[in-house]
């Protein structure tokens, strides 16, 4: 890694119209929505509402976390999905035939019951914006939004970080 590439950006501060609509996506366990859909479950019929939804999607589409589709659809990116990933959601980047990917995996799999973690794998290799950041350094680990590791899981590390978040 030079001049940090592969560490993912910092998260953006976001108002509540912003995480709502990220989070919307889990709700309703979608990889695309609508304005409207976006408008019925966040803005509602309130003008100024509505229009704080049009502010709030054009300010995460400027920030990268939603990317325009087709018509009036928006994807949530995988940096969007971060931005209000539950804290105990181990997010796991990695590739194919990639060995510390495995040893990560395998790492990481008795803490998810021990601790009630959920873990959520990635393949770099699926997304053109994560293959630029991480192309030389899966695998890596994100504990909710922040991440936890790279290349290697240090697993007292991790369970400790775990185990802060039952308190």
Not at 78 to 92: F, K, M, Y
């Amino acid at each position: 890694m030079k001049n940090g590439e592969g560490i993912a950006p910092k998260p953006l501060a976001m108002d509540t119209v912003a995480q709502r609509i990220l989070s919307l996506y889990d709700q309703l366990e979608r990889d695309s929505l609508d304005l409207h859909t976006m408008f019925e479950f966040v803005g509602g019929n309130d003008p100024k509402q509505r229009e704080a939804v049009l502010d709030a999607v054009s300010g995460l589409v400027k920030g990268k976390l939603l990317r325009e589709g087709a018509s009036d659809f928006y994807e949530r990116t995988e940096d969007g999905r971060l931005a209000v990933a539950d804290p105990r959601e181990i997010t796991l980047y990695t590739r194919e035939g990639c060995t510390l990917c495995e040893e990560a995996r395998a790492a990481i799999m008795p803490l998810l019951k021990e601790c009630g973690a959920k873990l959520r794998e990635v393949d770099i290799d699926d997304d053109p914006v994560l293959l630029e950041r991480y192309t030389n350094d899966v695998p890596v680990i994100f504990l909710g939004s922040e991440m936890a590791a790279l290349h290697r899981v240090d697993v007292p590390k991790l369970r400790s970080r775990l185990e802060k978040l039952k308190k």
